[in-house]
């Protein structure tokens, strides 16, 4: 038998992840689970270093939860078997390592060796990628929505809207290990260390964790009806056919500014009003 302490975040899956976490009990009916709030737990870092080192981790939530986790356990060397499961709603991490709902995931080699994004002068570790533009405003106006009670967030519908509607294209500077681009109309200009984001976006399809580097992709330059007939395509990847409007770079340091401030989101978690960030691997 072994003992586990169950990290849970009751809010991912929009509110349905406590009930599905609890079925941990069925799968591991053999051993003892400890489950634990991990919304409600002031110092994670304290409560892991607290934790017998026999006894086995399971972080329970979506990537926004997991991401958070990293971070505050960071300059922690872990000595726990930690275990993924996933309860979100996106699933970007399961998807990119070929997981399935239901099932328990190993990721502590996964995480040992995470990039850096620094944004307003503080640094975060992220696992999926960091999102600039139009994903950006997506993460700020879902988490609206959310405060106002809506559970149910279409994160492609507020793209749709933000693409025809709300959102403005800028104009950005783009450097990869040193060499800088410049682009106008830019919609989209993410960095990512996994394949996937935003509930299934695949924004560079050739991007590995294995690479030991990372990949920055700029869509630019066309106006709102021709990048709403493109961007659906990211979901399968295909829009890197269209090479006059998708630019895609991989490198170890990556720094995007934008000419006007405009949402990040890292992971699913949201930053406002951002002007410029850093990646570094």
């Not at 634990?36 to 994670?44: E, F, K, M, R, S």
């Not at 066309?222 to 399968?236: A, D, N, Q, T």
């Not at 170890?252 to 992971?267: C, G, H, M, W, Y």
């Amino acid at each position: 038998m072994s003992n586990y302490l169950v990290l849970y975040n009751p809010k991912s899956g929009n509110g349905t992840s406590e009930s599905e976490t609890k079925q941990l009990s069925s799968i591991l009916s053999d051993d003892e689970l400890t489950y634990i709030d991990v919304t409600a737990c002031d110092d994670v870092k304290a409560l892991i270093a607290s934790t017998p080192q026999q006894t086995k981790l399971i972080l329970s939530g979506g990537d926004g939860t997991l991401n958070r986790f990293i971070n505050s356990i960071d300059g922690l060397t872990l000595e726990h078997e930690l275990y993924f499961f996933a309860t979100g709603s996106g699933n970007d991490f399961l998807t990119s390592i070929g997981g399935e709902k239901g099932t328990l995931h190993r990721i502590n080699d996964i995480i040992e060796h995470l990039p850096t994004v620094t944004v307003k002068g503080k640094s975060y570790k992220f696992i999926n990628g960091v999102g600039y533009g139009i994903d950006g405003y997506c993460c700020e106006v879902g988490d609206q929505l959310r405060e106002q009670g809506d559970k149910e967030i279409n994160y492609t519908g507020i793209a749709i809207k933000g693409l025809l509607f709300h959102f403005k294209p800028v104009n950005a500077k783009v450097t990869v290990d040193g060499v800088t681009k410049e682009y106008r109309k830019v919609w989209l200009a993410p960095t990512m260390f996994g394949g996937y984001y935003g509930g299934g976006m695949l924004p560079t399809p050739d991007q590995k964790r294995s690479n030991g580097t990372v990949s920055n992709m700029v869509f630019y330059g066309k106006g709102k009806l021709k990048s709403l007939m493109v961007f659906p395509s990211i979901f399968k990847g295909e829009h890197i056919k269209h090479t006059d409007m998708v630019d895609i770079r991989k490198g170890s340091v990556v720094k995007v500014e934008f000419d006007n401030p405009t949402a990040l989101q890292i992971d699913g978690e949201t930053i406002l009003g951002v002007t410029e960030y850093s990646v570094t691997i």
